[in-house]
């Protein structure tokens, strides 16, 4: 089971790192990406990590800002966020993939989490 947690209210220009937690040690050798659904617009991938933590691939939108890593030993994929803009704000969900490489559709996921609201404030 994933859960996604840390998200919460943050001026823009700041900070913040959301945590996906593998409770069950299920998908240690599967990728795992991050996704998010703004209000009204559709769920879009944000980034992903591979099986071993050494490959990451990000959207465009958050190229540069976004960084995505991967703690084995306790089962977690953090996704820290810096110079944070309104326009990210969004529900932040992680999900699992059966492969090992970074996928980067939403169907190529299988697994999902439930998400964590992170706002943006102006």
């Known amino acids: 089971q994933l859960q996604a947690s840390g998200g919460g209210l943050v001026q823009a220009g700041g900070s913040l790192e959301v945590s996906c937690k593998d409770s069950?040690?299920?998908?240690?050798?599967?990728?795992i990406g991050w996704f998010r659904q703004a209000p009204g617009k559709d769920r879009e991938f944000v980034g992903g990590?591979?099986?071993?933590?050494?490959?990451?691939r990000y959207g465009d939108s958050v190229k540069g800002r976004f960084a995505i890593s991967r703690d084995k030993a306790k089962s977690a994929v953090y996704l820290q966020m810096n110079s944070l803009k309104p326009e990210d704000t969004a529900v932040y969900y992680c999900?699992?993939?059966?492969?090992?490489?970074?996928?980067?559709?939403?169907?190529?996921?299988?697994?999902w989490g439930q998400g964590t609201l992170v706002t943006v404030s102006s």
């Open positions: 999900a699992a993939a059966r492969s090992s490489d970074i996928r980067l559709e939403l169907n190529q996921y299988n697994y």
């Open positions: 069950g040690r299920t998908f240690s050798l599967y990728a």
């Open positions: 990590i591979n099986w071993s933590g050494a490959s990451t």
